[in-house]
């Protein structure tokens, strides 16, 4: 008896350090909910977490905000399990220094609109671009700019491309306004 004890223990052990490592290593990607079924935010996951996580949220759509780099092994592996897993894969070049351009703001929104769900979003960290990204998720489905602020968390802090939500104001439903009016705003905003 206390011989087969002894030979379990190394298994379950084993076992629960496994089980560890995956969560251990889901949450080390940051990946939060900003709607159940519908969007995920994370930062950067490699091979076996982005599967995981696939698998676990059902994503069907992946956007990084790191923009395109196939020479880099992380890219090129994401690409690959989006590929394996039949996941929509799209890519925004988005910086945390300043705010979005016209054209991949509205690009990010008919990604939104038009592609199967959940989607997921991720930059590096999942700090600034994935929080602007969901805020932007919150916008249109109707959420106020306060509401949509709390994707911002304690480490957000004052992220220029957080300027984004300082510079809608509430006057129409966000994507008309990121159609009609975001263009001349980014333009202005980025002469100064």
Known sequence: MARSIARTIPVVFALAVIAGTQSCSILRSNLQTVEPGQFYRSGQMYGIELDAAIGWKEIKTVVNLRGENPDESWYSCEVAVCEQNDVAHHDLSWTMRRIPTPESLLQLIDWINSEPRPILVHCQAGV???AVASAVYRLLRGDSVEEA??????FFMDAPIGALLDLYDESKPF?????EDYPAIYAAYTAE
């Open 149 to 154: 602020r709390e994707e911002f968390g304690i």
């Open 175 to 179: 994507e008309k306004w990121a159609r």
């Open 128 to 130: 600034h671009r994935a």
